[in-house]
C-alpha cells in the first residue's frame, strides 16, 4: 500500500515556485501539542537552510524560554529549539515592517517573504472553529498548506478556502504525549503517511471545481512537489525511517483505515467509563462491539473509496491483537474527555457517517456512537453553564 513515487528533482521552495534554496525556507506548525512538537523538531534543519517555527498557547511561556524537551524512544532525550515561537497565530503573521517597528512579540520574527509551509496539528474540531479562516492571514500563494489531523474530510475547509494552494493530508501513527509544559515524550512508532489532496473522494468544494483541468494538474503536480520535500527532510535529515508518500486515494483510504483505531477505540474509551484499548479488549461484550465497529467501516469501504481496503493494510483481527499489547495508554479522546476539552467528534464519528451515507452505506454503531457522545458532551457544556 505504501507506494513510494520516483524522487524527482526538488527545487527549494515550500511553495512549488522555481527558486532555490539559496534563501532560508521557513515551515511554521500551529500547535504546539505531542504530536506537533515532535515532527517539527525532526524538520528543522538550520545547516540546510530549513528552519522551524511554532505557535503555542498554553506551553508558550516553557518553549519560549528553554524550548523543547524532548524524551524519545527513536531518537533519545535532546531539546529542539524553533527558529521562532509565537503566543498565537496572529503573532506569527508576516510582516514588512522593519525591525525597529516591530512588537517584541515579532522580533524573532516570521520570515518576511512569507511561510513556505503551514503545518497544522491542532485538534481538528470543525463544530467549534474555523481553523482555515484562522491561519489565512498566514498563507501566501506560494504557501503549501499540510493537514496532520485524525478523521476524514478534515481537509475540505481548507480546499474551499485556498482553492490555489498545494494541500499535503497527513496521518501518523505515533504515541505521544505532554507530560508538562514544553516537556514532550515519545513512547511508540514514528509513521506519517503523506498524499496530496486536490478534491478528495469526490467533487470538492465548489471553488475547486470550477478550477478548470490544466489547474488542477498543476495543483497536483505542486502537491506531489511539496510532499515529496517534506518526506527527504523527514527521512533523510531527520531520520525518521518510516515515513509514506501516497496518491491522494491512497491517503484517503489510509485515513479511513485508521478510523478503525479513532472510531473504534477512542470512542468507545469514553462511553466505557475510561477504559484504554489493551482494557477495553478484556471484556468479551467490549470486544464483540469493537470488533463490530470495525467491521461496518470495513463494509462501508467499498462503497465510499470505490474499492475495498488493500490486502497491505491490518485486517480488524490484527488492529485487535496489537492494541491487546497497548496497555495503560488513554486515547487521546478520552484524555480530551476527563480534562473537560471538547472531543473529535465530527471528523471521526460524524463525517464518517455522513460521506457514507451519501455514497451508500449505512454505519448505525458509528451512528449510535456518535449521537452519545454528541449528547454527552452537550449535556456536560449546558451544566457547566448553568453554573456559572
Known sequence: MATRHPRRAHRGDGGGGDSSLTRALHILFVGAGAVGCFYASRLHHPSHSVYTSLTARSNYAAIA????????????????????????????VPTTDSPAHRSSERRLSSPPHGWDYVIVTTKALPDRTDDAALIAPLVSPRTCIVLIQ??????????????????????????????????????????????????????????????????????????????????????????IRDVETHTELELQTIRWHKLCINAAFNSTAVLSGGRGNADQLTDP?????????????????????????????????????????NAG??????????????????????NPVRIAKKAGADMPRLQTMYALLRSMQQIRERKAREKL
Open 285 to 325: 461484550e467490549l470486544r464483540a462491539h469493537i470488533a463490530a465497529v470495525m467491521a461496518e467501516i470495513w463494509d462501508a469501504a467499498p462503497k465510499v473509496l470505490g474499492a475495498p481496503f488493500p490486502d497491505t493494510l491490518a485486517t480488524p483481527e490484527r488492529i485487535i491483537r496489537s492494541n491487546e499489547r
Open 65 to 92: 524560554s528553554s524550548g523543547v524537551a524532548l524524551k524519545t524512544r527513536s531518537f533519545g532525550d535532546y531539546v529542539f529549539h524553533p527558529y521562532a515561537v509565537f503566543p498565537s497565530v496572529s503573532a506569527a
Open 329 to 350: 495508554a488513554k486515547p487521546s479522546m478520552l484524555l480530551d474527555w476527563e480534562a473537560g476539552r471538547p472531543m473529535e467528534l465530527e471528523v471521526i464519528l460524524g
Open 150 to 239: 485524525n478523521g476524514v474530510g478534515v481537509e475540505e475547509p481548507y480546499r474551499e478556502r485556498f482553492p490555489r494552494n498545494p494541500i499535503v493530508s497527513a496521518v501518523t501513527i505515533i504515541s505521544a504525549e505532554q507530560l508538562e509544559h514544553g516537556v514532550i515524550r515519545q513512547n511508540r512508532w514514528t509513521r506519517i503517511s503523506l498524499g496530496p489532496y486536490v478534491r478528495g473522494l469526490g467533487a470538492g468544494s465548489d471553488k475547486s471545481a470550477t478550477l478548470m483541468a490544466s489547474d488542477r494538474d498543476e495543483l497536483a503536480a505542486r502537491g506531489y512537489e511539496c510532499m515529496e520535500r517534506l518526506a527527504r527532510w523527514w527521512t533523510d535529515l531527520g531520520g
